[in-house]
């Protein structure tokens, strides 16, 4: 005979065992991804130099950090990918996204290659595109070989030009996940909608114009979020591709923080990079979190 007892411990077991499954995975989060974020905060006010000290010098990091010519390359360098690259990509994506969602023959078959370049690590990406992009023997050796000796595409080695190769990387590896950001916003309007602004006489640009494009919203705030922490935290891609090179022509922030701290012997200086990075990040995501979480409580 079962007791009360006994259905009040069963209830407090199936209670206490989700929380004693992720408490493990909880801990490990706390500490190597929260811990260390409070930990680099706290190195950004220090004299840490090859190794961490914890000899508080206030903001002189961060006054160092914005006096350096190559901070300030990062930052401008950042800025022009970053426009770039969410502005591409969100143009691409969505121009896909409209062009699939015409129900047209062979879909099954195009989504899986748009959405290939994102199975790829930014490395292989960046690899990839280093040999293509290399006057040596990429795209503008291969020109010369088929006779077309005045074929001229070197942008790889053009100070210039080089963060635009960047841009080109990048775009080629997200469209396809943004595409289908977009896919899946289409195909979530109500069709009785667009059904019934065609039958008041609305062409298929006043459709998107004025209905379908207001109605993805979402999709577009969503893609902006993801596409400008990817920006904002692009390492791989642009080592794999360019090294920073040639000279700071493509340094980023990310690229910044990590020189500094690891082969330049200023951790200090290399932490606060890395909390203005957290902070832009910050920025961008606290708002639209805060957006959704009003959303869902209206």
Not at 93 to 107: H, M, N, S, W
Not at 150 to 177: E, H, L, P
């Amino acid at each position: 005979m079962t007791t009360t007892t006994d259905v009040d411990f069963r209830t407090r077991l199936q209670d206490w065992i989700p929380k004693l499954v992720l408490s493990p995975s909880l801990a490990a989060m706390l500490v190597f991804v929260y811990g260390f974020i409070i930990y680099t905060v706290y190195l950004s006010f220090t004299d840490s130099k090859m190794l961490p000290s914890y000899d508080l010098v206030g903001m002189e990091n961060y006054t160092k950090l914005f006096a350096l010519s190559a901070w300030t390359t990062a930052i401008i360098n950042l800025a022009i990918f970053a426009t770039l690259y969410i502005v591409i990509c969100t143009v691409i994506g969505l121009t896909l996204a409209v062009f699939l969602d015409q129900k047209i023959r062979g879909e099954g078959f195009l989504r899986p290659i748009y959405l290939y370049p994102m199975a790829l690590s930014f490395i292989v990406t960046g690899t990839a595109w280093k040999w293509f992009l290399d006057p040596g023997i990429g795209l503008e050796h291969t020109m010369h070989l088929w006779g077309w000796e005045s074929f001229s595409f070197n942008w790889i080695k053009d100070r210039d030009m080089a963060i635009y190769t960047v841009v080109i990387a990048a775009v080629w590896q997200t469209s396809g996940f943004v595409m289908a950001m977009f896919l899946a916003g289409l195909r979530g309007i109500d069709n009785e909608i667009l059904k019934a602004a065609q039958i008041d006489g609305a062409s298929n640009w006043q459709l998107y114009r004025r209905i379908v494009i207001p109605l993805l919203r979402p999709a577009f705030l969503s893609a902006f979020v993801i596409l400008s922490h990817l920006a904002i935290k692009s390492y791989d891609l642009v080592i794999a591709l360019t090294g920073g090179g040639p000279g700071r022509a493509t340094e980023l922030p990310a690229t910044f923080m990590y020189s500094y701290t690891f082969t330049r012997n200023s951790m200090g200086i290399g932490a606060a990079s890395a909390v203005i990075m957290l902070m832009t990040i910050a920025a961008i995501m606290v708002p639209y979190l805060y957006a959704e979480l009003k959303e869902k409580g209206q």
